[in-house]
């Protein structure tokens, strides 16, 4: 990790204060353009973060990582949907929610596909796991040569209001089936490359016939109590989930511990007194969802001024049904932090689209409950370093035009699917025979 930062001064950098946030009113940040001065388009508490370097850092044996790749519900070019990426000292990666938009993210930041093959989502809205498609379909062509796992709730068990008798199977494992049924072309049509790792044998809590880079493993995890869904007793790593109130049964909310360390990760849900039961022990991060005020949402989401009576007015109630039905408030975020009996090191609203403008009205509301405790609002690239010590925000330098990370050539892959007789993968077995190909003597030439 990086220089060790008292309390005092990691405050003054990340600009949190106990009266909220500081920022920078007349001047844009360091390094951006000197004409955004307009605080809707600008981060300047972001700007201001200490650097960190993907790639310069050893995480140390008793650290987590904790780095924010997707943090908001409608992408845009400085935030993609929501995914946060946890990495331990002892080697374990775990991913939560992976949305639209977030694997230029992950290759930025030197993240490859092999260390995102264990994956918690909170629900299967879109925006939280559109890019596990990505992660799915390329993992075997890239550098994952084994089972993708992904934990999500269990069917909804919501009766269809038209015909009232009609339960869909809408879980997780369900849902993991239908894609890998979906994608069988594109499986197919990869598989001249090995998929599989000889000798690979699945972790205790996996089913064990599974054993190739195309098994979709999904497990159901029940959505209407607490219990344990992932626990590794030799790497001392416990995923616990409990419910989360979001839009229809079917959410959940997660809280990871390892090592003395821990942290909750809510995804979408209504303020709950299952998250205050969770967090109230003490927990060191917790992150959870918060939505700008429902006149905000309404103007800049559908681009209707409030100077449109009329139909500002539509806009606002599709807005107001939609928080009321999923999201929790800014000011109600507040309030659940008021009611914990212990703290957390660090509380951080994400899900949130990001500016100067949006987070002093959202850390002006939280802090009317919540007047002191450390807090940050999180956009994309921001990384968290967690030890018993220090909890330290940075953000990520990263170049616009990283590739993937390489691939690793420490294990012997097995057979591909399409192969040749002597055993070695076949790219155009699958072709059609009489297609019209230029001879490629012709451009070589």
């Not at 008292?6 to 003054?12: Q, S």
């Not at 806009?315 to 009611?339: C, E, K, N």
């Not at 405790?373 to 999180?378: K, T, V, Y």
Request: negative net charge; contains cysteine; aromatic residues 10%.
């Amino acid at each position: 990790m990086g220089t060790k930062m008292t309390r005092r001064d990691l405050l003054k950098a990340s600009g949190v204060t106990a009266g909220g946030l500081v920022l920078g009113a007349s001047t844009a940040p360091e390094g951006c353009d000197p004409e955004i001065s307009d605080p809707k388009t600008r981060n300047t508490y972001f700007a201001k973060l200490k650097p960190y370097y993907p790639g310069t850092e050893t995480l140390g044996e008793q650290e987590m990582r904790i780095t924010f790749l997707g943090t908001t519900c409608l992408p845009r070019l400085t935030q993609a949907c929501n995914s946060v990426f946890v990495e331990l000292g002892n080697g374990e990666s775990f991913v939560f929610d992976c949305g639209t938009g977030v694997i230029p993210k992950y290759y930025a930041m030197n993240i490859g596909l092999r260390k995102m093959d264990k994956i918690f989502l909170t629900h299967l809205h879109a925006d939280h796991f559109s890019d596990l498609i990505f992660i799915y379909g390329f993992g075997p062509s890239d550098d994952r040569r084994t089972p993708l796992y992904v934990w999500g709730p269990s069917k909804s068990n919501v009766v269809d209001p038209i015909d009232q008798v009609t339960i869909y199977e809408d879980g997780t494992a369900a849902f993991c089936k239908s894609i890998q049924d979906a994608m069988r072309w594109h499986n197919e049509s990869q598989s001249f490359l090995p998929s599989s790792v000889v000798g690979y044998t699945p972790p205790a809590w996996a089913p064990q016939d599974k054993v190739d880079a195309y098994d979709l493993v999904g497990f159901d995890v029940p959505w209407n109590e607490t219990s344990v869904v992932y626990q590794d007793d030799e790497k001392g790593v416990t995923i616990t989930a409990f419910p989360a109130v979001h839009c229809r049964q079917g959410s959940v909310s997660y809280k990871l511990e390892w090592n003395g360390l821990s942290m909750i990760f809510a995804g979408d849900t209504k303020p709950n007194y299952y998250m205050v039961d969770a967090a109230s022990p003490g927990v060191d991060v917790l992150i959870h969802e918060i939505v700008v005020p429902v006149d905000v949402w309404a103007e800049r989401a559908t681009g209707v001024s409030p100077s449109d009576t009329e139909h500002f007015a539509i806009a606002r109630r599709g807005a107001q049904m939609v928080q009321d039905s999923s999201h929790t408030p800014q000011r109600a975020f507040g309030y659940i932090l008021s009611q914990l009996e212990v703290p957390p090191r660090l509380a951080v609203g994400t899900h949130f689209q990001a500016a100067d403008d949006t987070i002093e009205a959202a850390m002006a509301d939280i802090r009317a409950h919540y007047p002191q405790g450390d807090l940050i609002i999180a956009t994309d690239l921001m990384v968290i370093n967690v030890t018993k010590d220090l909890v330290e925000a940075r953000r990520a330098v990263v170049s616009d035009f990283t590739w993937q990370p390489p691939v690793q050539f420490d294990r012997t892959l097995g057979q591909a699917k399409y192969s040749n007789e002597d055993g070695s993968g076949n790219p155009t077995m699958q072709l059609d025979p009489n297609a019209r190909l230029i001879d490629p003597a012709l451009w070589e030439a």
